[in-house]
């Protein structure tokens, strides 16, 4: 059955320094997408980087790229040279057919 | 560009209250529509999505309905609201395929 879990209910990481978030799923489809989505406390969610089950490079956005594993199923979202304004939840997030998300992360930069 | 609008942005309503909550896209055609419900700290439950005028799939039995009465519009009802019914009621669209999902602000209802 599809499956996506976040095992970190929260995370706690230096100003500047980087920080991995880890999303491992369970999927019987070869073809699936995943997205990572950043809620901030104000509640909207933004899209932040997308990860096609046949690409064979990591994605990277900016400051976030997704470590892709496909044999570990994993998906994990890192975040380099972390800023107070990446404060915020995480969420996890896999197409395949319909969607799922995770149960989140909550990220708290420390200055 | 395509914009997603949802509103109202926060909402207090007695129990055994009706709801109304709409969401409208701009900017692109035969979107797929969705609502999702966020209970406070935690993750999003799938409510209702759409793939088209007049065709909702509902993934949770609850007393909410949904309709899409135009391409772009997309509404969440309710004849008479439960406490139960507080959350956060989040509005998304998608073009299918391995486009994102872009969500709406969100709309934070009270029952009280």
């Known amino acids: 059955a599809q499956k996506i879990t976040q095992t970190q209910p929260g995370m706690f990481v230096q100003e500047k320094e980087a920080v991995t978030l880890d999303c491992t799923y369970d999927?019987?489809?070869?073809?699936?997408?995943l997205f990572w989505y950043k809620q901030p406390s104000s509640g909207e969610m933004i899209f932040l980087i997308y990860?096609?089950?046949?690409?064979?490079q990591n994605a990277t956005e900016g400051r976030y790229s997704l470590n892709f594993q496909k044999a570990r199923k994993s998906a994990n979202l890192v975040i380099s040279a972390s800023q107070l304004g990446d404060s915020a939840m995480y969420f996890c997030a896999m197409r395949e057919g319909s969607w799922l998300f995770g149960s989140g992360t909550k990220l708290n930069v420390k200055p | 560009s395509q914009t997603i609008h949802q509103w109202p942005a926060t909402l207090v309503q007695p129990v055994g209250s009706p709801l109304s909550l709409e969401c409208t896209v701009e900017g692109t055609s035969n979107p797929n529509l969705y609502w999702y419900r966020q209970a406070a700290g935690r993750g999003l439950q799938l409510l209702f999505y759409s793939v088209g005028i007049g065709q909702i799939s509902s993934e949770v039995p609850q007393n909410l309905s949904a309709s899409r009465p135009q391409d772009r519009q997309f509404i969440l009802s309710s004849k008479k609201l439960l406490l139960s019914d507080s959350g956060f009621y989040l509005c998304?669209?998608?073009?299918?395929?391995?486009?994102?999902?872009?969500f709406g602000n969100g709309t934070r209802l009270t029952v009280t």
């Open positions: 999927t019987s489809d070869q073809s699936y997408g």
């Open positions: 998304a669209w998608s073009a299918g395929g391995s486009s994102p999902l872009h």
């Open positions: 990860q096609g089950s046949y690409d064979e």
